[in-house]
Nanobody, 120 residues
Framework: QVQLVESGGGLVQPGGSLRLSCAAS????????MGWYRQAPGKQRELVAA???????NYADSVKGRFTISRDNAKNTVYLQMNSLKPEDTAVYYC??????????????WGQGTQVTVSS
């Protein structure tokens, strides 16, 4: 079966940077859109950034100009480069992908989440 594994989270000071990665593995035929979501304690989950198979991107207003989403189709991996981090960016970050596998059309898959904490 398909699995998404995230990495790159951690503790960083305000103004610092982190790079998140999420690699898909398993019986993958193709991947359409991929994206990053985040959820802070007591808050609703929100879309941070998304990218299509041909490279079109979409960002939440709160991260425009600071975050960059990218993907490596050969490695089935999506990245989120986060610069100029603020305390309000603190959250658990989840990756998402629309994946077609053997014997199945496209389904949504989610990573386990990685914690990002921005604090002095």
């Amino acid at each position: 079966q398909v699995q998404l594994v995230e990495s790159g989270g951690g503790l960083v000071q305000p103004g610092g940077s982190l790079r998140l990665s999420c690699a898909a593995s398993g019986s993958i035929f193709s991947i359409n859109a991929m994206g990053w979501y985040r959820q802070a304690p007591g808050k609703q989950r929100e879309l941070v950034a998304a990218i299509t198979n041909d490279g079109s991107t979409n960002y939440a207003d709160s991260v425009k100009g600071r975050f960059t989403i990218s993907r490596d189709n050969a490695k089935n991996t999506v990245y989120l480069q986060m610069n100029s981090l603020k305390p309000e960016d603190t959250a658990v970050y989840y990756c998402n992908a629309e994946i077609a596998s053997l014997g199945s059309w496209y389904n949504d898959y989610w990573g386990q989440g990685t914690q990002v904490t921005v604090s002095s």
